[in-house]
């Protein structure tokens, strides 16, 4: 099965901390994506990488960085946090072939306070 | 261009009961679409996909869809809902020319009644 583990299931940090999340799959998927979900606003995509070191902005790139230095992980990256990033944070993983399923993780809960 | 509709934002039946999700795209090329349940705290399973083979397509747990060009629509259904069925469901479209990107729908709440 494949399996896409992010490193937090809960996180909690202050207002202006650098917060860092990761994401390892396992399946050398070369398209990697990070998400955040907020109720009534649904799944945005926040950034995605389809190769080592490459990225590509999403819908709401803003006060977000991505790191890919293996293909196998996948790192966002909170320059700064704000109270208004707090929410769920879900990564994917895919084969880069148009069309294939993305594979989830179960999610990061982060509280910014 | 493609986008989603999922036309219900909450479905309740009884436990036994038959389920109907519906979902409706749009896409400017032949689409894959998918199916997704996300449990409350978890992340999203894939139910199912199709990519261009049968029109009908089984999933897991009981679930099936069917793929209707003329409609484009793609509505989930299962025969007999169970107490272990109630989560939100996600209708996916994915243009086979975009590398993997995909569009999301909004999600679905489906409560089983006992």
């Known amino acids: 099965d494949v399996k896409v583990t992010q490193s937090s299931r809960y996180l909690v940090k202050r207002t202006g901390e650098k917060v860092f999340l990761e994401c390892v799959q396992d399946?050398?998927?070369?398209?990697m994506f990070w998400y955040r979900q907020d109720p009534g606003l649904g799944l945005r995509l926040i950034y995605f990488?389809?190769?080592?070191?490459?990225?590509e902005k999403g819908d709401i790139p803003e006060g977000y960085s991505v790191s890919r230095e293996k293909k196998e992980r996948f790192s966002l990256i909170l320059e700064s946090a704000s109270t208004n990033q707090t929410s769920m944070y879900l990564c994917a993983s895919s084969f880069l072939q148009g069309g294939q399923p993305q594979h989830f993780g179960d999610g990061t809960r982060l509280s910014i306070l | 261009a493609q986008s989603v509709t999922q036309l219900d934002s909450h479905v309740s039946v009884s436990e036994g009961t038959p389920v109907l999700l519906r979902c409706n795209y749009s896409?400017?090329?032949?689409?894959?679409l998918f199916w997704y349940v996300q449990h409350p705290n978890k992340g999203l399973q894939l139910l199912l996909k199709?990519?261009?083979?049968?029109?009908l397509v089984k999933g897991i747990n009981g679930f099936e869809a069917e793929f209707k060009k003329s409609e484009t629509s793609f509505h989930l259904t299962k025969p007999s809902a169970h107490m272990s069925d109630a989560a939100e469901y996600f209708c996916v479209v994915s243009d086979n020319t975009n590398a993997g990107k995909s569009t999301f729908g909004d999600g679905t709440t489906l409560t089983v009644k006992p």
């Open positions: 990488s389809y190769d080592v070191k490459m990225k």
């Open positions: 896409s400017s090329y032949s689409p894959s």
């Open positions: 399946m050398d998927h070369e398209n």
């Open positions: 199709y990519t261009s083979a049968a029109t």
